[in-house]
């Protein structure tokens, strides 16, 4: 059994949005996961919490104050009124509008802050949000399925304590909205493993580098279909290794998305559920505070699979490759097993191509002075403090009966069946991708670090 102190974050309600019939996105595979932890008994090893709803102004910290404002107000209902604003915050097509969307948000952003502060406040060593990862929401705009990004509010929860945090993205697409956020920063490194070329977003290139003070603090390691556990890995460990060796996070935050998976309806990569989990171990073996997040992931049978492992993993807890009767078994047939085979897809990830990228990723590494020095900041300004949900103020102990339930089996639902379907790919108008550095788009206030830390 792990010493380690875990939380983890589940709203019960997650699973009930709905992008709409036909859309990859589906929060339900949130539900599933959750309902095997709980079914594989796992819940009772770490502290399971609610996550609070963020406020308009908590979600400004990073998006400007008018799309915040438009996605509050915009429904199914309403949303011809607003066609203007629809197209210039990129909303309505791979980002449709749906029915209780901006609480949707509230709530998987609610628990990636939620767990940054318990990981500032030394409440825990480790802090799951599955219902976060949503790393292309821009500062003003909607991209790739996300609205607001939990992950860079998150960050900029955990650089009120720690002079430097380590973002690590193990998603099939490129963590973009991330690395724009932080991208003329040296307090934040980028480091992403993608499918680079004809993908979506089409960012990624390994000499994008960062700019101005971040310049060599976002590391991007462009792949292949096909890659398999072996090849992941070979790549994985050594840049993860130099990185904390010469950046020597504080704290890191992991966007752990299931697209990359064998099998993905989305994706191309090879990866089993061991090779995509010993990322995570990895780099739960290095004892820094680490926020723990989900992201993309298509075949929601897979997703469940991989994020109820790897929760096992970050607990220590060995669990049966025989699924346990849950609510969604029906999902998991015919084998009914945790585990998934990777295909007999060519991998085109050869070895001289890794070797080269290997060599470029490490020698962009050298360019960095070793850990950046900090000088005496002014105080930090406090921790964020998230909302409840109205209705649940009146009586503490419906909060706490909430919570209880949350680890309870939930009901079925009726949910868009898992056929296979095709993501349009997004581009600039020459078909190719350079950061270009605005300030106005990009850069945010990093928060001064709070120095009177216990």
Not at 7 to 24: A, L, R, T, V
Not at 80 to 99: A, H, M, W
Not at 324 to 350: A, H
Not at 365 to 380: F, N, V
Request: glycine share 8%.
């Amino acid at each position: 059994m792990s010493n380690k102190r875990v939380c983890y974050y589940y709203d019960s309600e997650i699973g009930n949005f709905y992008y709409g019939k036909g859309h990859p996105m589906k929060p339900h595979r949130i539900r599933m996961a959750h309902n095997l932890i709980v079914n594989y008994g796992l819940y009772k090893k770490m502290q399971i919490y609610r996550p609070a709803l963020v406020t308009e102004k908590d979600m400004s910290r990073f998006h400007s104050d008018d799309y915040v404002n438009f996605l509050k107000i915009i429904s199914p209902e309403n949303r011809q009124e607003y066609t203007k604003q629809l197209s210039r915050f990129n909303v309505g097509d791979d980002c449709p509008i749906f029915d209780g969307m901006f609480r949707f948000c509230q709530t998987s952003t609610g628990g990636s802050v939620g767990g940054a502060v318990q990981l500032n406040q030394g409440e825990a060593d480790i802090a799951i949000n599955w219902a976060g990862g949503l790393h292309h929401a821009k500062k003003s705009e909607a991209s790739g399925f996300c609205y607001i990004n939990d992950i860079v509010l998150g960050i900029l929860e955990l650089l009120k304590y720690h002079q430097r945090v380590l973002y690590i993205d193990i998603d099939i697409h490129h963590g973009d909205g991330v690395e724009e956020a932080f991208y003329t920063t040296d307090r934040v490194m980028c480091v992403s493993f993608h499918k680079f070329g004809d993908y979506f977003p089409g960012t990624g290139d390994v000499k994008d580098v960062g700019s101005e003070k971040g310049k060599y603090y976002s590391l991007n390691f462009p792949l292949q279909d096909g890659i398999t556990d072996e090849s992941y890995e070979s790549v994985f460990k050594p840049v993860i290794e130099k990185v904390m060796d010469w950046y020597r996070p504080g704290a890191v935050v992991m966007q752990c998305g299931a697209d990359s998976l064998s099998g993905d309806r989305l994706g191309c990569f090879n990866l089993s559920l061991q090779g995509h989990c010993r990322c995570v171990e990895l780099v739960k073996n290095y004892g820094l505070p680490v926020l723990v997040l989900g992201g993309g992931g298509y075949t929601i049978r897979n997703v469940a699979r991989c994020w109820t492992y790897e929760t096992a993993n970050l607990l220590d807890e060995e669990i049966s490759d025989v699924l346990p009767f849950n609510d969604y078994i029906d999902y998991f047939g015919p084998d009914y097993k945790l585990q998934i085979q990777p295909s007999s897809m060519d991998n085109q990830n050869s070895r001289d191509y890794l070797e080269k990228c290997l060599i470029q990723v490490m020698e962009n590494l050298r360019h960095i002075p070793g850990a950046p020095s900090m000088g005496i900041l002014d105080p930090a300004p406090p921790d964020t403090t998230l909302e409840s949900d109205d209705e649940e103020n009146e009586d503490p102990d419906n909060r706490k009966s909430q919570r209880v339930a949350d680890k309870r089996q939930h009901r079925a639902e009726l949910s868009d069946s898992d056929e296979e379907d095709n993501r349009r790919n997004i581009y600039d108008a020459d078909g190719d991708y350079e950061m270009n550095v605005n300030r106005s788009k990009y850069i945010i206030d990093v928060p001064p670090i709070n120095f009177n830390q216990n």
